[in-house]
């Protein structure tokens, strides 16, 4: 019975890898058809809002591999490259694409021996047959020249940057997982051909998943005699071609963005996405207070009394023999002065519309809660290094301090074939064997000055 269920396992494992090989072979007896490789970055390439202006005319001379890194590969040697030799076509295609193609004519540069080849060819053909013409063999239409040059580079290939897995094993019969992490760096500038300055530079990164898993077995069985082995697997491994092609689109849209930022160049509106409505816009909850109108004081009026005029004297006029009872004159009237009104308090009334008001909310706003990110990461580490590390040994392992080794300049000048091996160097003389360890090195420096500022000990040690 033990035996049968063996044979059993072992028929599901082979079915398992039947499977995965009848559908090998079926794209092998019918392959699929051609098809478009679209860009890694298609829709960031197209949402680049549109220069306000004419088109940028750049030549690109080359963007070469200055990796020398050959293919990984386990126990053999491996004369591949480990990236593309032809990148500078990748960078021609992202820069035409760019904005929908509003962006920069691009010159070509990369064939200019055949070209110029064959406009002399041209020329050469319009002097002999067409100088009877009347006005003389037809010119040829000049060259357009490049105010801006594009250079640059795949400037690094780092394999095996993260390599891990998991497996089981239990009397002859296990399962495997496992993956690798390589990452490929490019760096591109641009440089004013007028002046020969570098206007722009910008690096990007792109990270090369692989997997595989599989099952066996493998067993004997009366006492040695018989053997039963299956084995099922299954690779992925992510196109380096498209890890290339990735990080020039990115470094593109970076430069046209960090050109905008630095006032080379404007753009003529928002994104493409929002300028057509095709990004939705999220609803902002707004609250609108309404401040009750001030009352003005106002003044009393003071209402002045009417004028009194004064009173006519009476004056007796004694007449011979006779007399006369004096007059009496009434005097007018004086009417009191009239009390200055105090004015009454303006209640003032505000309708309020529910649908359109939003009365303000009599409690906080609660606050945020704190991202992943924040809880894993010392925010004074990522402050300084940009980098996500809970303390300062974690930082020290991500940053490979110990294990990366760099040279001072003196020593390469002293030991000539050192030159080989420490290619890149900063500006404090120090030399590295690529620019990820450069930037490692720096990164790590800065956290070290800002916990020795004003400390007595040092956390190299």
Same mark, same amino acid.
């Given at each position: 019975?033990?035996?049968?269920?063996?044979?059993?396992?072992a028929l599901f494992l082979t079915g398992c890898g039947g499977t995965t090989a009848q559908k090998s072979l079926e794209v092998y007896n019918q392959p699929p058809e051609p098809r478009?490789?679209? =860009?890694?970055?298609?829709?960031?390439?197209?949402? *680049?809002?549109?220069? $306000?202006?004419?088109?940028?005319?750049?030549?690109?001379?080359?963007?070469?591999?200055?990796?020398? %890194?050959?293919?990984?590969?386990?126990?053999?040697?491996?004369?591949?490259?480990?990236?593309? %030799?032809?990148?500078?076509?990748?960078?021609i295609k992202a820069l035409a694409e760019a904005g929908g193609g509003t962006w920069f004519e691009v010159v070509e540069r990369i064939g200019l021996d055949n070209l110029v080849k064959?406009?002399?060819?041209?020329?050469?053909?319009?002097?002999?047959?067409?100088?009877?013409?009347?006005?003389?063999?037809?010119?040829?239409?000049?060259?357009?020249?490049?105010g801006l040059i594009l250079e640059?580079?795949?400037?690094?290939? $780092?394999?095996?940057?993260?390599?891990?897995?998991?497996? =089981?094993?239990?009397?002859?019969?296990?399962? %495997?997982?496992?993956?690798?992490?390589?990452?490929?760096?490019?760096?591109?500038?641009?440089?004013?051909?007028?002046?020969?300055g570098v206007l722009l530079s910008v690096a990007t990164e792109k990270t090369i998943a692989s997997s595989r898993s599989g099952?066996?077995?493998?067993?004997? @069985?009366?006492?040695?005699?018989?053997?039963?082995?299956?084995?099922?697997?299954?690779?992925?491994?992510?196109?380096?071609?498209?890890?290339?092609?990735?990080?020039?689109?990115?470094?593109?849209?970076?430069?046209?963005?960090?050109?905008?930022?630095?006032? +080379?160049?404007? @753009?003529?509106s928002k994104t493409k996405a929002e300028q057509v409505g095709l990004v939705e816009k999220k609803p902002e909850l707004k609250v609108i207070v309404k401040k009750k109108p001030?009352?003005?004081?106002?003044?009393?009026?003071?209402?002045?009394a009417p004028e009194v005029k004064p009173e006519p004297k009476v004056v007796e006029v004694k007449k011979p023999e006779v007399k006369t009872e004096p007059k009496v004159v009434k005097a007018p009237e004086v009417k009191a002065e009239p009390k200055a009104v105090e004015p009454?308090?303006?209640?003032?009334?505000?309708?309020?519309?529910?649908?359109?008001? *939003?009365?303000? +909310?009599?409690?906080?706003?609660?606050? =945020?809660?704190?991202?992943?990110?924040?809880?894993?990461?010392?925010?004074?580490?990522?402050?300084i290094t940009d980098v996500c590390a809970k303390d300062t040994e974690q930082l020290r392992k991500?940053?490979?301090?110990?294990?990366?080794?760099?040279?001072?300049?003196?020593?390469?000048?002293?030991?000539?074939?050192?030159?080989?091996?420490y290619k890149v160097c900063d500006k404090n003389n120090l030399c590295f064997k690529n620019v990820a360890e450069m930037y490692r090195w720096e990164s790590w420096t800065k956290w070290l000055d800002h916990v020795n500022k004003g400390k007595n000990f040092n956390l190299v040690k």
């Open positions: 019975m033990k035996n049968l269920k063996v044979i059993l396992l478009i490789q679209e =860009a890694p970055l298609a829709r960031e390439l197209a949402n *680049v809002p549109e220069l $306000d202006g004419k088109k940028i005319t750049i030549a690109i001379y080359g963007f070469t591999d200055k990796t020398g %890194q050959r293919k990984p590969a386990d126990n053999i040697a491996n004369l591949s490259s480990a990236v593309t %030799q032809g990148a500078e076509v990748w960078v064959e406009r002399q060819l041209i020329r050469n053909t319009r002097e002999v047959y067409e100088k009877e013409l009347p006005n003389g063999p037809t010119p040829l239409k000049p060259m357009k020249f490049a640059g580079g795949i400037i690094g290939y $780092d394999s095996n940057i993260a390599v891990g897995g998991l497996g =089981a094993r239990y009397l002859g019969v296990g399962a %495997q997982t496992e993956y690798r992490v390589d990452t490929v760096t490019v760096v591109m500038r641009i440089v004013s051909v007028s002046t020969g099952l066996d077995m493998f067993k004997f @069985f009366d006492l040695g005699t018989k053997l039963v082995e299956a084995e099922n697997g299954y690779s992925v491994n992510e196109p380096v071609n498209y890890a290339v092609r990735a990080a020039i689109e990115a470094g593109v849209v970076e430069l046209i963005n960090e050109g905008e930022r630095k006032e +080379l160049w404007k @753009f003529k001030a009352v003005k004081k106002v003044a009393p009026k003071v209402v002045k009454k308090s303006q209640v003032t009334i505000t309708k309020r519309s529910v649908d359109k008001d *939003v009365l303000p +909310l009599p409690m906080p706003l609660p606050k =945020a809660k704190p991202t992943m990110i924040d809880r894993m990461c010392n925010p004074e580490i990522k402050k991500f940053m490979k301090v110990g294990i990366e080794k760099h040279v001072a300049i003196a020593q390469i000048i002293a030991d000539p074939n050192l030159e080989d091996v």
